[in-house]
């Protein structure tokens, strides 16, 4: 049986979930994820994209940005970049982890979300090849809910934010958040999500449209605050005493 086309609505916000097939990883090192944000931003065109020339002009760019004789308006490089790139989708939030991808978009484009994921699907060529290895890198579909409102739209970005604590805590969503202090600041810094530039930091500042989720979550103060807010009653599960300064 032929599986349903799905069909997005342009203008929605949709939380779309990639998984590894059996969970295997799909980032095995450093270089991974970099090639994994590149390929979000790469890949988010409706024109046809060649990696390779693509590389070799953003190295390019590097060079004349970082040549002291040369004069280069680094703001005139971004908009013509901007106006080259036919964007399929808005890409709100995003968060690389070992074994799958959280992205929080909203399709601009017929079809956006679906024609952006599939090209995305050409990053598991790269991986294969470097990793020597053969078959599918991605479960075949998916997954995508429907923001629906700002409420919901609130509790995904934390849940898309938080979604790195995993890696040092283990099984908190279960059993809370036993060290408040080092969780905050891990998170703050993990380097494979939007999160650092909602609240002020520069990560891939580039990647991310942050106007609109700005607003609805009241600026970065706010981020952070609903953000920590989500890890204190965590952390408060583990131990109430945690918040009590006992």
């Given at each position: 049986m ?12 949709y ?7 059996d ?20 890949f ?8 390779r020339v ?8 590097k060079?004349?940005?970082?040549d ?8 005139e ?13 808005e ?21 956006g ?12 060529f ?11 890198l991605?479960?075949?579909r998916f ?53 650092a ?8 500042p ?8 700005l ?13 920590n ?18």
């Open positions: 032929a599986t349903p086309i799905r069909q997005f609505e342009n203008g929605e916000i939380h779309l979930i990639l998984r590894g097939v969970n295997r990883r799909v980032f095995e090192d450093e270089n991974d994820y970099y090639r994994g944000i590149f390929s979000l931003y790469e988010n065109n409706a024109n046809p994209v060649d990696i693509r590389r070799q002009e953003r190295k390019a760019i060079c004349r940005a970082n002291p004789q040369g004069v280069v308006n680094l703001r490089i971004e908009l013509a970049e901007l106006a080259r790139r036919y964007l399929l989708v890409i709100l939030a995003f968060c690389l982890m070992p074994n799958h991808i959280h992205i929080l978009v909203k399709q601009l484009k017929d079809n979300i679906t024609k952006f994921m599939n090209k995305f699907g050409g990053y598991a790269y991986f294969n090849q470097k990793h020597q290895r053969k078959g599918h991605f479960q075949d997954k995508a809910v429907h923001i629906e409102d700002d409420e919901q739209l609130k509790t995904t970005f934390v849940y898309v934010c938080t979604n790195p604590v995993s890696l040092v805590e283990p099984g908190w969503k279960e059993k809370g958040v036993k060290d408040l202090e080092k969780t905050v600041k891990f998170i703050e810094n993990y380097k494979w999500s939007s999160y530039d909602y609240i002020g930091g520069k990560n891939f580039s990647l991310t449209s942050r106007d609109f989720l607003g609805v979550m009241e600026g970065a103060d706010g981020c952070r605050n609903f953000v807010g989500w890890l204190e009653y965590k952390a408060e599960l583990a131990d109430p005493r945690a918040l009590q300064g006992i």
